[in-house]
């Protein structure tokens, strides 16, 4: 079983920038992408980017050219850059991983909020 540990939520300004962190603990065997999905206040939960086994990345257009996702397999972490944010990416932001049956292994999410 994979434990997903996340951080680096914030406030943070227009414009700004942060960088979120999923470390994964327990058996990474058999994960194939790893991703961020988001839920701003009163909305639906939606796909954010993920990043496949091969390193091969992929964005919502919403966050496209403005964030991304990296993995550091050796420290079994994915990374999710975030550069000119928005006051509409506020949200709680949360990490997986997918394994190769389709199972997701879920973080507890962590809050952004952009706002002056």
């Known amino acids: 079983q994979v434990q997903l540990v996340e951080s680096g939520g914030d406030l943070v300004q227009p414009g700004g920038s942060l960088r979120l962190s999923c470390k994964a603990s327990?058996?990474?065997?058999?994960?194939?992408?790893m991703g961020w999905y988001r839920q701003p206040p009163g909305q639906q939960h939606e796909f954010v980017a993920a990043?496949?086994?091969?390193?091969?990345?992929n964005y919502a257009d919403s966050v496209q050219g403005r964030f991304t996702i990296s993995r550091d397999a050796a420290k079994n972490t994915v990374y999710l850059q975030m550069n000119n944010l928005k006051p509409e990416d506020t949200a709680v932001y949360s990490c997986?991983?997918?394994?190769?049956?389709?199972?997701?292994?879920w973080g507890q999410g962590t809050q952004v909020t952009v706002s002056s």
């Open positions: 327990g058996s990474t065997l058999g994960i194939t992408n």
């Open positions: 997986y991983h997918q394994r190769w049956d389709n199972m997701h292994y």
């Open positions: 990043i496949t086994e091969g390193g091969s990345p």
